[in-house]
């Protein structure tokens, strides 16, 4: 062996234990507590409307609600639009965040692509796909999702 290479041998053999004296000594300051790294703390808060934002825009959902559905659910879904006292039932509260939170995403979207009676629901909510686009209907979705939320 030259007396370079016994040299490198020295250093590269107190490694590894320099490496473990490391962790050793800095774990116990600069580990932070296992509660901290609990892999929720790093989830996004699970949002109720995360189904519907991924598909539709809200923004574009306000105008087609103004035009198609606030004649019954009212202009902030709260059930009570011009023709709400004269139906039976009377039109869903879409403002009830715990009563849409009971529907999915995939539900309102079969109610508003095939009407009430596909789902066991009142023909009065009408079947919405001779008028509006798959498109425009995720975007009601978002839409009526934000009326909920505001209601919170
Ligand atoms: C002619 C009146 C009328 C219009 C217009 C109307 N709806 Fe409805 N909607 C109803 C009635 C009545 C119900 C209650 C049905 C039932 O409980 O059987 C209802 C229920 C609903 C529900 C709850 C469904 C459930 O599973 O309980 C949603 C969501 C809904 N409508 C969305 C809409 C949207 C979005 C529009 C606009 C595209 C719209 N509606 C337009 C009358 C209407």
Request: charged share 20%; net charge neutral; with cysteine.
């Amino acid at each position: 062996m030259t007396g370079a290479a016994a040299a490198l041998c020295v250093p590269l053999a107190f490694m590894p234990a320099a490496l473990l004296c490391g962790e050793g000594v800095e774990s116990p300051s600069t580990a932070p507590p296992l509660a901290q790294i609990s892999p929720r703390a790093q989830l996004p808060r699970a949002g109720r409307a995360f189904g519907a934002r991924s598909h539709g825009i809200a923004e574009r959902g306000r105008e087609h609600y103004a035009t198609y559905c606030t004649p019954c659910h009212g202009t902030r879904g709260e059930g009570d639009g011009p023709l709400a006292d004269v139906l039976v039932p009377r039109p869903a509260r879409h403002s009830d965040a715990a009563f849409m939170n009971s529907l999915s995403d995939e539900h309102l979207f079969r109610l508003l692509k095939d009407g009430g009676p596909a789902l066991g629901k009142s023909p009065l909510m009408g079947v919405w796909s001779r008028i509006l686009s798959d498109e425009q209907i995720w975007d009601l979705i978002a839409f009526i999702r934000s009326l909920a939320r505001q209601s919170d």
